[in-house]
C-alpha cells in the first residue's frame, strides 16, 4: 500500500444487522479493515483465520471489519456457511473512495491506535505475516 502513516479517511455505514459504525469511535485501538466478497476464494479461506485472529486479540485493543459492496442478504446468506464474529459493514453510509476501489480481493487495511493507515501485507503473504503486524501494533501504545 503506498500510502501509509497518515490519517486513515473515516467511514460511517451499517453493518448487516442494520448498527451504524463509525471508523472514529474506534480511538486507541487497532482496526483491521478486511474487503471481501462472497465470491471470492482467497477470501473466504481468509475470514476464519480473521475470525480467529479478532476473538483471541480483541481484548488488546484489535477490532476487525468486514466490508463488502454485496447486498446484505448476501453477506447474511454467506454467513450461515462461514460464521464470524466481528461486524460485516455494507456500504449504506458514507465509505470513502479508499475502501471501495480495490483492485484485487481480499484486500486489508491496517489502522493504529492512533487512526492513520499503516502497510498490511498482501493476499499472497502468509497469514502469519499479518498477524506479526497486527501484534506489532498492539503492542505499539501512543
Known amino acids: 500500500m503506498a500510502m501509509?502513516?497518515?490519517?486513515?479517511?473515516?467511514?460511517?455505514?451499517?453493518?448487516?444487522?442494520g448498527n451504524t459504525e463509525r471508523l472514529a469511535d474506534q480511538k486507541d485501538k487497532v482496526v483491521l479493515i478486511n474487503i471481501w466478497a462472497t465470491w471470492c476464494g482467497p477470501c473466504r479461506n481468509e475470514m476464519p483465520k480473521l475470525d480467529q485472529l479478532y476473538r483471541e486479540r480483541k481484548d488488546k485493543g484489535l477490532?476487525?471489519?468486514?466490508?463488502?459492496?454485496?447486498?446484505?442478504?448476501?453477506?447474511?446468506?454467506?454467513?450461515?456457511?462461514?460464521?464470524?464474529?466481528?461486524?460485516?459493514?455494507t456500504e449504506k453510509g458514507n465509505v470513502p473512495d479508499l475502501y471501495?476501489?480495490?483492485?484485487?480481493?481480499?484486500?486489508?487495511?491496517?489502522?493504529?491506535?492512533?487512526?492513520?493507515?499503516?502497510?498490511?501485507?498482501?493476499?499472497?503473504?502468509?497469514?502469519?505475516?499479518?498477524?506479526?503486524?497486527v501484534d506489532t501494533l498492539l503492542n505499539n501504545r501512543p
Open 4 to 17: 501509509h502513516d497518515v490519517s486513515a479517511p473515516l467511514f460511517d455505514t451499517q453493518d448487516t444487522l
Open 63 to 89: 477490532v476487525v471489519f468486514g466490508l463488502s459492496d454485496e447486498d446484505v442478504s448476501v453477506q447474511q446468506k454467506y454467513l450461515q456457511k462461514v460464521p464470524v464474529s466481528y461486524p460485516l459493514l
Open 100 to 133: 471501495r476501489d480495490i483492485a484485487r480481493y481480499p484486500a486489508i487495511f491496517l489502522i493504529d491506535r492512533s487512526g492513520r493507515l499503516q502497510p498490511a501485507p498482501g493476499p499472497d503473504q502468509p497469514f502469519e505475516k499479518l498477524q506479526a503486524a
